[in-house]
């Protein structure tokens, strides 16, 4: 099982880029995928997670109304797109895949998901 994360890299603040997860050896209709980051000094956090379907999503409030997750189950691949950027956001983002069936706020805690992809850095300057 691979989760590919890509799309990551250096932009300025109010710029928008788009990261995405491929996965190999799973398909991502079968899994919850979620987002999350790590900056420098900080524990991982949640960004955003998206249901089997793609129907239901959670987003931290921090990036809510700024990022979109999408997910395209034939390409099996899971889409965050990122606007109007902060340098606070400034973090290396990876994906995770969860094999639950249950669909729930423990999407947003990092234990639980079953593959890690290895990471996009992104940096937001001022």
């Known amino acids: 099982v691979q989760l590919q994360a890509s799309g990551g890299g250096l932009v300025q603040a109010g710029d928008s880029l788009r990261l995405s997860c491929a996965a190999s050896?799973?398909?991502?209709?079968?899994?919850?995928v979620g987002w999350f980051r790590q900056a420098p000094g900080k524990e991982r956090e949640f960004v955003a997670a998206?249901?089997?379907?793609?129907?239901?999503?959670y987003y931290a409030d921090s990036v809510k109304g700024r990022f979109t997750i999408s997910k395209d189950n034939a390409e099996n691949t899971v889409y965050l797109q990122m606007n109007s950027l902060k340098t606070e956001d400034t973090a290396v983002y990876s994906c995770?895949?969860?094999?639950?069936?249950?669909?729930?706020?423990?999407?947003?805690?990092?234990?639980?998901?079953?593959?890690w992809g290895q990471g996009t850095q992104v940096t937001v300057s001022s």
């Open positions: 998206i249901s089997r379907s793609g129907g239901s999503t």
């Open positions: 995770a895949a969860d094999s639950s069936t249950l669909w729930g706020p423990f999407v947003r805690t990092k234990n639980g998901y079953d593959y």
């Open positions: 050896g799973i398909l991502f209709s079968m899994y919850n």
